[in-house]
């Protein structure tokens, strides 16, 4: 039987607690919803005055020397990929994650064009993120030489389904929906062994589980800054090269932030011979140097520390369910396995969706996924063993009182 007091001595022996004072959260709320938008770090609102009042404001346009705005891309690409085994320049921040997988998919289908011009299967999962699989239709149909995509519907099944006519894999490290954790070091060899490459999406995973990506010997990988990296709403994304394909293609969305001398003017386009071949064009300097206040709060910390929390979180949050919300028809649908669990635990429950919204009533914000998954991020910089408990007492409350039928919560926000 686990007690409150047992979640208030976890805390009082919690060496990361004090990195909660470091955010700002309205009073009252337990925020498990940063996996889909970070909390504000205190520092961010500092750094954005700095930015609009002093570099914009005053210094105008020597900004992009003095403040460094037009290094800013690479030297907060390091910074991330300090959580992430990058090597110094393999990491940029720039455009939306859906741009980036843009680009890295041009780049490694022609190494593979390359190489072997007859593989011609791009694999990704089922259960992706939407846009990934949008996007991978979108370049198919541009470059239109006969690609196809194949979907799979389970982890397990990629070792059936990928074999010598596969040239790209797309798998997202974490899954967005289930919290399902791929081995990231398994399926680079098993997808290397058949001579394809693998772009890793890392949206839900960054900032989330310990990653190593030039240690499990990875080839790509994109992901956002805005979910538990806190970088802010809409924050451009991280893109990562490893250091062998940097230079082998230049990505199609040539413009003259990747150019390699973009201040000759020239006429033609010659790609930068590093990482930044990787910009197209200027930057949302206001919004990217935001980024800054969230990355900063993990280099105080590393991410074996906050893993170690966030399965102590985690385990907590599904134990919890258990004991107090039995008998309700709720289905875990994450992983148990440490090695498969990311940092968010998602329910399955026939309402779902009015249960989300009844929990926000509360005060408990967490979101809903389609089909009828509750999904709650367990981001431990600033979530207490004590706000998990209170949490599972309010989803009791809304399940014991069958809050979740009152008509107001049955009607859809443009964004569940
Ligand atoms: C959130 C998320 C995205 C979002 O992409 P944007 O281009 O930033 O809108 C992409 N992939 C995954 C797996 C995500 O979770």
């Avoid at 030297?75 to 990058?86: C, D, E, F, P, T």
């Avoid at 490290?173 to 081995?183: E, I």
């Amino acid at each position: 039987m686990i007690t409150l007091e047992q979640c208030q001595q976890w805390d009082a022996a919690d060496i990361l607690a004090p990195l909660k004072n470091q955010f700002e959260l309205p009073q009252g709320v337990i925020y498990l919803d940063g996996n889909s938008l970070g909390a504000k770090p205190r520092k961010a609102a500092e750094n954005a005055q700095a930015v609009i009042n002093q570099q914009w404001g005053t210094d105008l346009i020597n900004s992009w020397n003095k403040a460094g705005w037009w290094d800013l891309p690479v030297r907060l690409g390091n910074k991330v990929g300090q959580l992430i085994g990058a090597q110094e320049n393999e990491t940029v921040v720039t455009d939306t994650t859906s741009l980036n997988l843009f680009k890295i998919l041009a780049t490694a289908i022609h190494i593979q064009q390359n190489n072997d011009n007859n593989r011609k299967i791009i694999i990704a999962e089922r259960d992706s993120f939407p846009t990934d699989i949008y996007m991978i239709e979108g370049f198919m149909a541009l470059i239109n030489q006969g690609y196809q995509l194949h979907l799979i519907d389970t982890p397990a099944d990629l070792p059936a389904r990928i074999n010598e006519n596969t040239t790209v894999v797309v798998l997202s490290h974490v899954n967005y929906r289930t919290g399902y954790l791929h081995d990231m070091e398994e399926i680079n060899a098993l997808v290397h062994s058949h001579g394809a490459l693998l772009i890793w999406d890392l949206c839900h995973s960054i900032g989330a589980v310990p990653i190593d990506l030039n240690a499990s010997n990875s080839d790509f990988a994109i992901g956002c800054t805005y979910k538990y990296l806190n970088g802010g709403p809409g924050a451009p994304a991280m893109l990562w090269v490893n250091e062998r394909y940097q230079t082998a293609f230049s990505q199609p969305l040539s413009g003259w932030w990747g150019h390699a001398r973009p201040f000759d003017m020239a006429e033609s386009y010659t790609p930068a011979d590093n990482i930044r071949r990787y910009l197209c064009g200027t930057q949302p300097i206001v919004s990217m140097s935001l980024i800054e206040s969230g990355v900063d709060i993990f280099l105080q910390t590393d991410m074996q520390s906050l893993r170690h929390k966030s399965l102590q979180l985690t385990d907590l949050l599904i134990a919890l369910t258990e004991q107090e919300c039995a008998g309700h028809n709720l289905t875990l649908i994450t992983p148990r396995e440490y090695a498969h669990r990311g940092s968010h635990v998602s329910l399955r429950h026939p309402h779902g969706y009015a249960i989300v919204q009844a929990l926000i009533a509360r005060g408990v914000i967490g979101d809903y996924r389609e089909p009828e998954v509750i999904r709650l991020g367990v981001t431990p910089l600033y979530l207490s063993y004590t706000d998990i408990w209170h949490a599972v007492q309010h989803l009791k409350q809304v399940l014991i009182n069958e809050e979740w039928a009152q008509p107001q919560f049955h009607t859809r926000g443009q964004v569940t």
